[in-house]
């Protein structure tokens, strides 16, 4: 296998931001649960899944959630779908949910999309909670999703990965299917950029060193 680019590990928003802006492909790792959400939803048949900022956050870097939901909703008016959004809290109302969604709203409605629901980020159940077959799906979390957003400010080549049981897969397979992807979105980026979205989750610091480790022992 020709491969001469880098692999590397980091971790929160800045990490992602910085990966970003150096060339490399970006895989946001967010065990609980934003990536595994998003894994779950591509093996429910989504078209395309991203990640965006909720409306308030404190994160040290720039993020812009209304550009993914004009992203969003390109990708969907292509497609003549419409747009899942999955937010927090788990637990409370659609009404909470789309509280912390109102600028990737905005950036939806802008842009000529239409949001046909709303649904907790619970990991390999959400795609349980609706049918997910040709949408676009968009995670709007606290940690992957700023950290994501974070990366797209500064390129496009950001993708997700998980480690944990996703609405059709276990074991491995999870892992694999995230070095699968890696290797198919690699492109001309410098290398992939492995990322931890918080570095005070021991689940996805270790996920992320885990799918990291795989990707080089395929390089050897």
Not at 130 to 138: G, S
Request: aromatic content about 4%; proline content about 4%.
């Amino acid at each position: 296998m020709e491969r001469s680019r880098s692999i590397i590990v980091t971790s929160d928003a800045s990490g992602a931001q910085q990966a970003a802006r150096q060339g490399f492909l970006v895989m946001i790792v967010d065990v609980i649960d934003m990536s595994t959400t998003l894994e779950s939803a591509l093996e429910a048949g989504a078209i395309a899944v991203l990640g965006a900022s909720p409306d308030e956050t404190r994160a040290p870097v720039k993020v812009d959630p209304q550009r993914v939901g004009e992203y969003a909703a390109q990708i969907a008016r292509s497609h003549q779908t419409g747009i899942i959004l999955v937010s927090e809290p788990r637990v409370g109302s659609d009404q909470d949910r789309q509280q912390r969604c109102q600028k990737v709203i905005k950036g939806i409605e802008t842009a000529g999309g239409i949001v046909e629901a709303i649904l907790p980020n619970l990991g390999a159940e959400t795609p349980r909670m609706l049918d997910m077959r040709d949408k676009v799906v968009v995670a709007v979390t606290d940690t992957g999703g700023v950290a994501y957003d974070a990366a797209f400010i500064e390129s496009p080549r950001v993708i997700t990965g998980t480690v944990a049981r996703t609405y059709r897969h276990r074991g491995l397979e999870p892992a694999l299917r995230a070095v699968a992807r890696a290797h198919q979105e690699w492109g001309d980026a410098c290398g992939l950029a492995v990322v931890a979205a918080s570095r005070n989750s021991m689940e996805d610091i270790l996920a992320a060193q885990f799918i990291a480790n795989l990707m080089l022992k395929e390089e050897d």
